[in-house]
């Protein structure tokens, strides 16, 4: 955008802004709010639910504010009856066409088409009903997205958001006319095409068209059950995303209430999905340090540069994209998986819990996490590792259910064992974080020193660029580890799925020279998670991250190796990283997918 | 008003070959390109495609632009119902079509012409790249930097519009883009481009070959030269008639009529409707009604109900369905004259329906949503008893 300023007047009050800026904007700027549907500010403009519409004086046509630049000496108003009237007209439209049945929905009260009817109060809405009956049975064959087109309103946001921000394209639109729809290949089911399950898309729908499945009830059911005993996990992500749903601003640290909450709820065990993400460095450290040992000393043809593992939206999107990679995937578990594994397992053990009994619950900032949870390959315990995904989301929602004052909750503290996490594992939950955990750790092992950076924070690696690349040097390594001596570590980071295709097309094609690459399904990483709070936007993805990065200085424990619950876990029950033990519940395998 | 009588001509069709027009071709660009953008200006034609756009202004606009890279597009996708004027033209004088892409292409600095074919009409293909073939070659063997090819049409009314029509040639889903900015800024390939029609491309040659002034001989003051009219309906004369632009539609009814002509759809499904009262006080041109050539004609026995129905219809279908007032006010609009029809509504509730299109009109996104609002409100505003009974 250029420095040029423009000088216009919005309902007759002067303002200068940069050329290029919308009427929209500027109008923001003097405080006007403008309702808009189609437009999201990590989207491309759109232009076409055209509810924005002001009036710029002298032209035959209305403007939609979202998608026209200001000019020189341009009077617009926001507000004049040409602007009411269509506004109106727009918002009776959409309503016409729409399955208006808000007491039943589940975005009743976070509904942004919902909001403007009420703003707008058109409940004598005089057009004629359009919704087809066929519209009214959604889509419920993915286990954790439901699509129900009767509530859609033709925004496309979520099409911009899979092609642009994921570069997916599992939903497009298609038809034309009054039989325009968003729709997947084929008109095929989400479960069948190839969606990743990441939720970006529901994270941006405005209305219950796209939202996650939802397991409330059975979670409720599980906890009233007097036989079950119920625990639960939490992920890192969550603790800094899931006061926005409970009267806080973005970037607030609600870990210890959060904790307290699920107590009130009625969990039996409230643990902390922060322990599997420190194994999780024990493990993927150990097997980039075997990689690399094998490739540098022994000569032998290994998947490299290894790739990180944890996202599940970021595996199956590797399935069906880049299904000649897949070794190059870590084999690690996601936290939640290894600790689902665990769970039924250790920790059933240790407590005297026949696993039978057991119903594994996490809250993850993720949708893709409930397919996951289903996937065949997760039952190693006997049993299915986890048994229900709840999002952030619909953790605010039982916490509301449930008549806790949030806001009023004492600190509280996680069970033991598997209740201890390091900062290393807080930050999993921002894009780089993994990454800044792994150096932390590995680097430690192969010199006996600490990661050259003041403070432990590894800066390069973080910040919310599409893709991050850094160069460790490592040298005066001990002696087990004289092979990398004087060896760089290159590494790559990217977030948001799109991103993730510019490295793999790199790497695919020989023309990325990395060791280590740390992908996020989700922009932000999983602090932009797909199960997160609505609305999302780069400053809110930010502020998320300054408090995931406060929580880790917050902490004492700052490096995975020195969680006392992992080193209880390897002499106790695992052995060793990469071990027998590890190996059965730890690690997993992946498949090709089709690509449609 | 001038009171010049206008009447029926024959230039445009005037037989043409590849030889002919690359004499004009080459004749033409001696000159530079602003003596030749100025004889455009002032001969005042206007586009044919429907919007009637100055069409020197809009060649002015795009060779002001700086880029290396410009296009131009000749829009042959001819979509309203009850047009087919393009198609005779591209029949039987494609050599025009090429001779004014060329000239344009020279004017604003564009290497690189495509004419944007109608799916329906690929029949003309074998026929016009055989054209085309010897055409490029002639203008490459007279050091003519330029090149014209064809792209097919994906078939659906809306990529008729121009921004849709280059997303659909970039292979994206034909759907109208945000306006600014315009083609002449940023049009296929975001490049700076001008989109003419058909006709208007043919006009350019015969300006060129005849100089403006012959050409402003005929027509009116705000509508010069002539027009090629699609003529359909209640008439003895169904066809291609070729008339001087600005003529009263009372004399075009005496030529066409069948004696009984209720009313006329001027400029196809989203023009207006004349009825029998107006005839005498409407222009047909810019300063009148304007239109892209379609002439329908209606006579007594038809019911203007069903003529409005079956327009709706159209654009219900047509739509591309991107935006709300469109792709949702059509089926309002629909359904709204059914339930009145029904007596499910009551007539008043064709006022509520009116205020729709008039929002449609102003607030839609591209033209075909913006223009339900004139056969809708001309039909519903001449013909009322007909739609309520
Ligand atoms: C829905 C719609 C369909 C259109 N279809 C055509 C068409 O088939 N042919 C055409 O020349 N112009 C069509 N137009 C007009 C074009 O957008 C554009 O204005 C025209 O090609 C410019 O050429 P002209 O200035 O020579 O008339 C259409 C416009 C709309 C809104
Ligand atoms: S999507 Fe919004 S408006 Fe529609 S039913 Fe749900 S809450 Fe109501
Ligand atoms: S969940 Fe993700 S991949 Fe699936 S449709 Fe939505 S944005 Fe696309
Ligand atoms: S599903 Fe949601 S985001 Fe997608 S077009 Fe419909 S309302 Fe918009
Ligand atoms: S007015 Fe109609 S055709 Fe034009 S963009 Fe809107 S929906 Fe598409
Ligand atoms: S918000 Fe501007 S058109 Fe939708």
Redesign the interface.
């Known amino acids: 955008m250029s420095e040029y300023l423009v000088n216009l007047k919005i309902n007759n009050i002067p303002v200068s802004v940069k050329e290029g800026t919308s009427i929209l904007d500027a109008a923001k700027k003097l405080n006007f709010n403008i309702p808009t549907l189609c437009n999201h500010p990590d989207l491309s403009?759109?232009?076409?639910?055209?509810?924005c519409?002001v009036e710029v004086k002298g032209a035959?046509?209305?403007s939609?504010s979202c998608?026209?630049?200001v000019s020189e000496g341009m009077e617009v108003f926001t507000n004049s009856e040409?602007v009411r009237?269509?506004r109106k007209?727009?918002i009776e439209?959409?309503l016409?066409?729409h399955n208006a049945d808000c007491t039943k929905c589940f975005k009743n009260g976070h509904c942004e088409l919902q909001s403007l009817a009420s703003e707008y109060r058109v409940g004598d809405h005089?057009?004629?009903d359009?919704v087809h009956a066929k519209d009214k049975i959604a889509d419920i064959s993915s286990p954790s997205i439901s699509k129900d087109d009767s509530k859609c309103?033709?925004c496309?946001r979520c099409v911009r958001t899979c092609e642009e921000l994921q570069a997916v394209s599992a939903l497009?639109?298609i038809?034309?006319?009054?039989?325009?729809r968003i729709s997947t290949f084929m008109s095929k089911p989400l479960n069948e095409v190839v969606c990743t399950n990441c939720g970006q898309c529901i994270n941006r729908c405005p209305t219950g068209a796209l939202t996650e499945r939802s397991y409330i009830e059975q979670v409720w059911n599980a906890i009233n059950d007097p036989s079950k005993h119920v625990v639960v996990q939490t992920a890192p992500a969550v603790r800094i995303g899931l006061g926005e749903d409970l009267g806080y601003d973005p970037g607030e640290r609600v870990t210890y209430k959060m904790v307290a909450a699920l107590r009130h709820i009625g969990f039996d065990s409230v643990l902390d999905t922060d322990f599997t993400a420190d194994l999780t460095i024990m493990e993927e450290g150990t097997e980039l340090l075997t990689r690399l040992k094998r490739a540098l000393v022994d000569g032998e043809k290994v998947a490299l540069p290894m790739m990180t593992s944890c996202s599940p939206g970021w595996i199956k999107f590797q399935e069906h994209i880049f299904p000649e990679l897949l070794p190059n995937l870590s084999t690690c578990k996601s936290p939640q998986q290894m600790f689902g594994a665990l769970a039924k397992t250790y920790y059933a053990k240790k407590k005297g819990i026949d696993p039978k009994n057991m119903v594994s619950v996490s809250i993850m900032p993720c949708t893709a996490k409930k397919f996951e949870c289903n996937r065949p390959e997760m039952r190693d315990s006997g049993y299915q590792d986890v048994d229900y995904v709840l999002t952030t989301r619909e953790l605010a929602m039982m916490v509301k259910q449930a008549g806790i004052d949030f806001m009023k909750l004492e600190d509280e503290h996680y069970d033991s064992i598997m209740g201890e996490g390091t900062g290393a594992a807080v930050i999993f939950g921002a894009t780089g974080g993994v990454m800044e955990a792994a150096l932390r750790t590995a680097y430690e092992i192969v010199t006996g020193r600490e990661v050259p950076f003041t403070n432990l924070n590894i800066m390069p690696v973080r910040g919310m660029e599409g893709v991050k690349e850094a160069k460790v040097m490592i040298k005066d390594v001990l002696p087990a580890w004289s092979f990398l001596e004087g060896a760089e570590l290159s590494v790559a980071i990217a977030h948001g799925l799109a991103n993730a295709k510019k490295v793999m097309t790199a790497v695919r094609d020989g023309k990325a020279n990395y060791h280590f690459i740390e992908i996020m399904g989700c922009p932000g990483g999983c602090l932009g998670g797909g199960g997160q709070p609505i609305p999302t936007s780069p400053e809110i993805r930010g502020k998320r991250a300054e408090a995931i990065y406060s929580e880790d200085e917050h902490l004492a424990l700052r490096k995975s190796h020195q969680n006392p619950e992992v080193a209880q876990i390897y002499k106790d029950f695992l052995g060793e990283p990469l071990g027998h033990k590890s190996h059965d519940l730890l690690h997993t395998h992946y498949k090709a997918r089709i690509r449609y | 008003m001038e009171t010049k009588i206008l009447k029926k001509v024959d230039l445009i069709f005037q037989e043409s070959n590849v030889n002919e027009v690359i004499d004009i071709v080459t004749k033409t660009v001696t000159r530079s390109s602003d003596d030749i953008i100025l004889d455009i200006i002032d001969s005042g034609l206007k586009g044919r495609g429907g919007a009637g756009f100055p069409t020197g202004l809009k060649w002015k606009f795009t060779k002001n632009e700086d880029s290396a890279v410009k296009y131009v597009i000749c829009n042959a996708d001819e979509g309203e119902p009850g047009t087919f004027k393009d198609r005779e033209i591209l029949d039987t004088v494609a050599p025009k079509v090429f001779g004014g892409m060329t000239i344009c292409g020279y004017s604003i600095g564009a290497k690189e012409g495509y004419i944007y074919l109608r799916g329906e009409y690929n029949f003309l293909l074998p026929k016009l790249n055989k054209q085309l073939e010897e055409y490029n070659k002639l203008l490459k063997d007279n050091k003519i930097d330029f090149t014209i090819a064809i792209k097919s049409g994906s078939g659906?009314y809306?990529c008729g519009e121009e921004s849709a029509l280059f997303e659909s040639m970039e292979g994206k889903?034909g759907?109208p883009r945000?306006k600014?900015p315009y083609p002449t800024v940023a049009g296929y390939n975001s490049k700076p481009t001008v989109i003419n029609n058909v006709e208007t491309l043919v006009q350019i040659t015969m300006i060129c070959k005849m100089g403006p002034d012959k050409f402003k001989e005929l027509g009116t003051k705000d509508s010069r030269g002539s027009k090629v009219f699609s003529v359909s309906g209640d008439t003895p004369q169904a066809g291609i008639h070729e008339l001087e632009l600005g003529m009263p539609l009372a004399d075009f009814v005496e030529d066409f009529g069948d004696g009984d002509t209720k009313a006329v759809q001027v400029g196809g499904a989203s023009g207006h409707c004349v009825p029998r009262k107006q005839f005498k006080d409407t222009i047909i041109g810019f300063e009148g009604i304007p239109t892209g050539g379609s002439m329908m004609i209606f006579n007594s026995s038809r019911s203007m109900y069903n003529v409005l129905h079956d327009y709706l219809e159209f654009?219900?279908?047509?739509?591309?369905?991107?935006?709300?007032?469109c792709?949702?006010?059509?089926?309002?609009l629909l359904?709204?004259i059914e339930?009145v029809k029904k007596g499910e509504r009551k007539p008043a509730?064709l006022d509520?329906l009116k205020?729709?299109a008039n929002?449609m009109k102003?607030?839609?996104?591209c033209g075909l949503g913006?223009s339900v609002a004139n056969p809708f409100n001309s039909i519903v505003d001449n013909f009322k008893e007909e739609i309520i009974y």
Do not use: M
């Open positions: 403009v759109a232009g076409n639910c055209r509810v519409v035959r046509l209305l939609a998608a026209t630049p040409k009237t269509s007209h727009v439209l959409l016409s066409e005089v057009f004629i359009l309103i033709r496309q497009a639109v038809k034309k006319g009054d039989h325009q | 659906a809306i889903r759907e945000n600014p654009f219900t279908e047509e739509s591309c369905g991107q935006c709300t007032p792709r949702v006010g059509c089926q309002q359904k709204g339930s509730y509520e205020k729709l929002t102003i607030s839609a996104k913006q």
